[in-house]
């Protein structure tokens, strides 16, 4: 996809949806953090769902704490890998007031530090709750910027390095919003909607033409 066509793609999804944000339920950078440990292989909705019935009895890395490691496993039990998760998350919340005052870091290094949290967790954190402009990039932003041309790459850090170069500065900051809601509701993986497509005549894969 030429860069001009790029452009255009941002500028279609940026009319449509102004204010793009995650569909994670969250109300401090916290909960976001805990939230984005949970979805890994989990959707959104199950873990808007767990976190509907944790973020209101804990929702400090003090409180989770207090819950123990059976007490949060009651909570996320729903959710896959969850035995995993909830050590991370208690070992998480250590750190957070052990190294940051029980603040979640602004920092790349000082999340990826954090257990469960991976580059794209953290980009997820440095973008949605920081503003930052960088680029998570999980298996939707993977599929939508390879299937449309946007940024090709084999790898998922190819593919982040190719979107934070592509992608117009303009839009780079809610992109990652954009790409991961046309990935998961227009761009599916295996019938996507391309006659609901807003940027269908850009795509540089005619053959996912409806």
């Known amino acids: 996809m030429t860069p001009a066509a790029i452009a255009e793609c941002f500028r279609r999804f940026r009319d449509a949806n102004p204010q793009p944000t995650t569909e994670l339920e969250y109300t401090s950078t ?23 019935r944790l973020f209101p009895v804990a929702n400090t890395p003090a409180a989770i704490l207090a819950l123990g490691e ?26 957070l007031l052990d190294e940051h005052g029980g603040a979640v870091p602004a920092d790349r290094a000082a999340l990826e530090r954090l257990p469960g949290v991976g580059r794209k967790t953290a980009n997820v954190i440095l973008n949605t709750a920081f503003r930052q402009p960088v680029m998570a990039v999980d298996t939707h932003i993977f599929r939508v910027a390879n299937r449309t041309g946007i ?11 190719g979107l934070m170069a592509r992608v117009p500065p303009a ?18 993986a295996r019938k996507p909607r391309c006659g609901a497509c807003l940027i269908s005549d850009l795509c540089d894969n005619p053959q996912f033409e409806a």
């Open 30 to 52: 916290f909960e976001l953090l805990i939230a984005v440990i949970l979805s890994a292989q989990a959707t959104d909705k199950g873990v808007n769902k767990a976190t509907r």
């Open 70 to 95: 059976d007490g949060l496993k009651d909570y996320i039990k729903t959710i896959g890998l969850y035995n995993t998760k909830a050590v991370n998350i208690l070992k998480t919340c250590q750190i």
């Open 151 to 161: 940024a090709p790459g084999k790898t998922v850090l190819a593919v982040e390095k």
């Open 171 to 188: 839009y780079l900051l809610d992109a990652h919003h954009w790409l991961i809601l046309h990935g998961r509701y227009v761009c599916i």
